[in-house]
């Protein structure tokens, strides 16, 4: 007869798998099973036309586990981080904290990102922010388009006539506040 417990010690516990909707909510305290698929989300992204799945179906992708298909998606990436899903969903579930978390589970987890040169634009985004305090577009996408295999010539149009009518300043300015945003950015190593 075994002696008590040793049955137990014999075996390896079993690895509790760690549900990605668990994961979600322990990042971001939003929790995607409240949704109830009403749409009224994706009725009012900016950027619904080019996500291969939308907010909506994202959220029940997360809620049945599809680890693999919702991390590899383009759709985290090209989230803007708008708050309009916020604003319009009835049961004021925060969408945009939940691709956010979906990003931090993706880069900690090796996933590649979902839409060519998204890690490229959001290094770049952060350093420029780290770097002046605030955002500098003609900087940043300069760059962008320096690093990235993304045509220089493409949005050179647009780029222009944001220029001609003053909406970006040639020179980058540094922000007041520099020295408290660099301090955010130790902190939050
Ligand atoms: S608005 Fe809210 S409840 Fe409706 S589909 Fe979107 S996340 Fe789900
Ligand atoms: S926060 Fe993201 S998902 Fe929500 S409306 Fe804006 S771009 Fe779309």
Not at 73 to 100: F, H, K, Q
Request: a positive charge; charged letters at 20%.
């Amino acid at each position: 007869m075994l002696a008590k417990g040793s049955e137990l010690k014999s075996h390896k516990l079993p690895i509790v798998k760690e549900y990605l909707a668990s994961r979600v909510f322990a990042l971001s305290g939003q929790n995607v099973h409240l949704c109830y698929q009403c749409q009224k989300c994706a009725a009012g992204c900016p950027v619904i036309d080019a996500m291969s799945f939308g907010p909506e179906q994202l959220l029940r992708l997360v809620a049945m586990d599809q680890e693999q298909v919702v991390l590899t998606s383009r759709d985290i990436w090209l989230c803007a981080g708008c708050y309009t899903c916020w604003t319009r969903c009835p049961n004021e579930i925060n969408i945009s904290a939940v691709m956010d978390a979906l990003r931090q589970i993706a880069i900690r987890d090796g996933y590649p990102a979902g839409e060519r040169d998204a890690f490229l634009f959001h290094r770049l985004f952060l350093n420029v922010i780290k770097y002046l305090g605030r955002s500098h577009e003609a900087l940043m996408l300069g760059t962008f388009k320096l690093r990235s295999r993304v045509p220089f010539v493409n949005d050179l149009q647009a780029g222009l006539g944001l220029f001609l009518r003053r909406k970006i300043p040639i020179l980058p300015g540094t922000s007041g506040a520099v020295k408290d945003v660099r301090r955010i950015y130790q902190r939050s190593r």
